[in-house]
């Protein structure tokens, strides 16, 4: 007999079974870390392993929803902190807490999106690349826009760097969130990128008299 659910091509477009699934992956991983089994998510689900598989067409395509599904989110929040209409210091610093805040609700899923997922799949480390760079290119395209570097090619070499310093600072701060707050680790951030940084490079990201307005 032949269901929905062993054909496998119903189900792919069934958005309310996908989210559900999906779902199921985020409790594993929540409940198991980041080394929690596809076997595992099945079980959680109420299938087997190939059927889950055959939802997502394989392991891949559900490490790329899994992707989808949360940085996605995570994005959105990032834009919105940074594209308020407070001063420089204000938004870099919601931002910054925005980001923080997200992976440390739940540390397993970043580390399995960010780690074994993007180190085991190639597509899916495409798809995590292509998100940091879509922001560190937002990034770079506000202080241009904002005049707080003088050309296009520093305001990109400028975007990248911090993008990647906020996601490494992050990364160790999820290991050390029990001994660090994470107001701690937004001052250090913040400090470094508005006054450090452009100090030593003879910039002002954050024009006189900001240094004080959070908003």
């Known amino acids: 007999m032949v269901t929905r659910e062993t054909t496998g091509r119903g189900t792919r477009r069934d958005p309310d079974r996908r989210r559900a699934l999906l779902e199921a992956a985020d409790r594993v991983i929540q409940r198991e870390g980041p080394e929690a089994s596809m076997a595992a998510i099945a079980a959680e689900a109420g299938i087997s392993k190939p059927i889950l598989y055959r939802h997502f067409g394989d392991k891949s395509g559900l490490y790329r929803a899994l992707a989808e599904r949360h940085t996605r989110k995570l994005i959105e929040g990032i834009r919105e902190e940074f594209s308020r209409s407070d001063s420089v210091r204000a ?4 931002t910054i807490d925005t ?3 997200v992976i440390s609700k739940n540390p397993a899923l970043y580390r399995f999106l960010m780690h074994r997922a993007s180190a085991e799949d190639p597509s899916t480390h495409s798809a995590m690349s292509t998100m940091i760079r879509e922001v560190s290119r937002e990034l770079a395209e506000v202080m241009i826009a904002e005049g707080r570097l003088p050309d296009r090619a520093r305001a990109y070499v400028w975007g990248h760097a911090v993008v990647g310093m906020v996601q490494t600072a992050g990364d160790w701060w999820l290991d050390h969130a029990d001994e660090v707050p ?3 680790v937004v001052d250090g951030l913040v400090e470094l ?5 452009p100090a030593a490079a003879g910039y002002d990201l954050a024009p006189e008299g900001s240094s004080h307005d959070d908003g």
Do not use: C, F, K, P
């Open 193 to 197: 990128i508005l006054d450090g940084l």
């Open 182 to 184: 994470r107001e701690t």
């Open 91 to 94: 938004r870099t610093r919601s």
């Open 99 to 101: 980001y923080l805040a």
